[in-house]
C-alpha cells in the first residue's frame, strides 16, 4: 500500500497555515477544514458545534484555561462492513500561541522546509506538536480507501479542539458517544509508543500578608517573605513525590515534576506587599488518583503553615482551576498496543521503545472516561514541540503514515 507522500505534505502546510492557536477563531475554522476536506474525499463526517457552556457544568469537565465560546467537534469515518473492531485515530489541532516572533526564524504560521541534523523538516508552529501527526493519520487512511481493500472494522479520525488546555475536543467527542475499540493518538513520540502519562494538576496558591509603608516594613508582613517556606515545602514534596517512581517512568530525570509558574505578588515599590498568588502544576502519578494528588499538595502546604505563626493564623489557600490532566494507562497486553508494536517493526524493521509520558494529554480522558485502551505513537519530538522553530522530520511523518496504514489493515482488515 502506498502512502501520497506529495498530498501528504501539501496537506500539513494547509494546516500549519491556519493559526490555530487554542482559543482563537482559527482553532474552529481549522475543524471546519478538515471537515470539508474529508468530506470532499469520501469519508462520512460528522461535524458539531461543542456546547461549551453546558460540558463546563459537566462534573468530569477536565478543564480550560483559554476564553472560548465556541468550538467544533469533527470526526471522519471509512467504514468497515460491521465485523470488525473500530480503531480511532485521534489528533488535536489547537496549538499554542508561537512566543517570541524574534527567536523564529521565519512567521511561525508560514510552513517551510529546513534542513537541521541533516534531516528535512517541516517547520511552523504546530507543526509538530500535533499537525505532522493529523496529516499522517490522514494520509493513512486515504492510503487504505484507494487501495480498495476490504475492511471489516471501521477507522475513525478524530479531529480535537483544546487539547493544550485541558481536553475541550475529546470530552466533548466522548460525551457525544462516539466510542471505539482501540485509539491511536498520533502526539509527536518520536514513533516510540507511549501507552501512559503522568498526569498535570494547575493550581493557585494565594498567600496574604500585612500591607504598610517599606520604611516601617517590620509592622508590616510581606507575602512574599511567607511564600519561601511553602516553596520549601513543595520543593521536599517533589522529591518525595518522586523516590519511587513506575518502571514506565524511569526513564525521565523527573517524573512528575511540580513547578511554579507564575508569580504575582504587590502593587507598589515601597509598600510591603500583602497578596501573593502562585500559579504551577502538580505532577500526577501513574495509578494515583487525582482526588489524592490534590490532598498530597494541600497537606504539604497546611503542615508548612502550621510552622508559621503568622501562616497558622492565615493559611495559605489552594485552589485547582484550569487543566486538570489526570494521569493515565493502557494495560500493556492491549491489543493496540501489540498491533502497533507489529505494525512498527514490518516497517521499520525495528521493535519500538515503550515508557510513559511525563506529560498529561488527551490519553487519560479516552482510556479513563472512555475506557478506550489508548496509546500514543507519532512523528516528530516532544521537545521540539511549543518553541520557537518548531520543526518535525519528514522522513519519520512518511514513516508514521506506512504503520498507520499497516495497523489499519491489521487491525480492521
Ligand atoms: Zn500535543
Not at 517570541?100 to 526564524?105: G, K, L, Q, T
Not at 499522517?136 to 492510503?143: F, I, K, L, N
Request: glycine content about 12%.
Amino acid at each position: 500500500m502506498s502512502i501520497d507522500d506529495d498530498a501528504m505534505l501539501a496537506d500539513l502546510d494547509e494546516l500549519c497555515a491556519i493559526p490555530s492557536i487554542s482559543g482563537s477563531a482559527a482553532e474552529v475554522e481549522i475543524q471546519r477544514h478538515l471537515a470539508s476536506r474529508w468530506r470532499a474525499e469520501g469519508l462520512v463526517v460528522d461535524e458539531w458545534d461543542i456546547d461549551v457552556e453546558g460540558l463546563l457544568g459537566d462534573p468530569q469537565f477536565p478543564g480550560m484555561e483559554v476564553t472560548r465560546r465556541e468550538a467544533v467537534g469533527v470526526t471522519a469515518t471509512l467504514a468497515g462492513d460491521g465485523t470488525g473492531p473500530t480503531l480511532m485515530l485521534n489528533g488535536h489541532t489547537d496549538v499554542v500561541p508561537p512566543g517570541d516572533r524574534d527567536a523564529w526564524s521565519g512567521d511561525p504560521f508560514e510552513p517551510r522546509r529546513m534542513t537541521a541534523n541533516g534531516e528535512e523538516c517541516v517547520v511552523a508552529r504546530g507543526a509538530c506538536d500535533m499537525k505532522a501527526g493529523v496529516a499522517a493519520m490522514w494520509a493513512a487512511v486515504r492510503a487504505v480507501q484507494a487501495s480498495g481493500i476490504p475492511l471489516r472494522g471501521n477507522v475513525l479520525l478524530a479531529a480535537v479542539s483544546g487539547e493544550e488546555d485541558g481536553g475541550l475536543g475529546t470530552f466533548s467527542l466522548l460525551r457525544r458517544g462516539v466510542t471505539a475499540d482501540m485509539c491511536v493518538i498520533t502526539e509527536p513520540t518520536d514513533l516510540d509508543i507511549i501507552p501512559a502519562n503522568g498526569g498535570a494538576l494547575t493550581f493557585r496558591l494565594t498567600v496574604r500578608g500585612l500591607a504598610t509603608h517599606a520604611s516601617r516594613r517590620t509592622e508590616g508582613i510581606s507575602a512574599i517573605e511567607k511564600f519561601v517556606p511553602i516553596l520549601t515545602a513543595l520543593e521536599a514534596l517533589e522529591r518525595r513525590r518522586n523516590a519511587d517512581v513506575d518502571p514506565l517512568m524511569q526513564r525521565w530525570p523527573l517524573a512528575y515534576p511540580l513547578s511554579i509558574g507564575m508569580l504575582q505578588a504587590g502593587d507598589w515599590p515601597s509598600s510591603v506587599p500583602d497578596l501573593l498568588t502562585a500559579d504551577g502544576r502538580l505532577g500526577v502519578a501513574l495509578g494515583e488518583g487525582v482526588a489524592s494528588a490534590r490532598a498530597d499538595l494541600e497537606s504539604a502546604v497546611a503542615a508548612a503553615c502550621s510552622r508559621d505563626p503568622w501562616l497558622a493564623e492565615h493559611p495559605v489557600e489552594v485552589t485547582w482551576w484550569g487543566g486538570q490532566f489526570a494521569s493515565g494507562r493502557t494495560p500493556p497486553d492491549a491489543v493496540v498496543i501489540t498491533a502497533m508494536q507489529a505494525a512498527h517493526a514490518a516497517e521499520t524493521g525495528t521493535d519500538p521503545q515503550m515508557y510513559g509520558g511525563p506529560y498529561g494529554s488527551d490519553l487519560r480522558l479516552l482510556a479513563g472516561l472512555g475506557g478506550i485502551p489508548t496509546l500514543q505513537h507519532g512523528p516528530g519530538s516532544a521537545s521540539a514541540a511549543h518553541g520557537p522553530d518548531e520543526w518535525v522530520p519528514v522522513d519519520q511523518i512518511r514513516t508514521s503514515a506506512r504503520v498507520l496504514a499497516r495497523l489499519i489493515v491489521d487491525v480492521c482488515g
